[in-house]
Nanobody, 123 residues
Framework: QVQLVESGGGLVQAGGSLRVSCAAS????????MGWFRQAPGKERDFVAA???????SHADSVKGRFTISRDNAKNTVYLQMTSLKPEDTAVYYC?????????????????WGQGTQVTVSS
């Protein structure tokens, strides 16, 4: 059982930056592909970014060039650096882990989820 704990969310003005983190309990963290998803009120959970165990990444078109996913296997942590934030980026951001190889944009491919962290971007 992998436990994921997100942190770093908060309130930021449009155009600002924020970094959210996700710490995993699993000693074999490096074997998992990780993803970030977000969910705004009344909307579905959307893919944001993913990173494989080997460091290959994928970013949603809506965040490409603004957000960057990275991981530090020594710290069992995955990060999402967010820049040039827009009000439409406001959502609860969830970290997820999948034990199978490769990145995925599909929530159902992920085995474990964190509790989420709120990111609010004011205009």
């Amino acid at each position: 059982q992998v436990q994921l704990v997100e942190s770093g969310g908060g309130l930021v003005q449009a155009g600002g930056s924020l970094r959210v983190s996700c710490a995993a309990s699993e000693r074999t963290f490096s074997r998992y592909s990780m993803g970030w998803f977000r969910q705004a009120p009344g909307k579905e959970r959307d893919f944001v970014a993913a990173i494989s165990w080997s460091g290959s990444t994928s970013h949603a078109d809506s965040v490409k060039g603004r957000f960057t996913i990275s991981r530090d296997n020594a710290k069992n942590t995955v990060y999402l650096q967010m820049t040039s934030l827009k009000p439409e980026d406001t959502a609860v951001y969830y970290c997820a882990a999948k034990s199978s190889l490769g990145v995925s944009r599909t929530p159902r491919d992920y085995n474990y989820w964190g509790q989420g962290t709120q990111v609010t971007v004011s205009s």
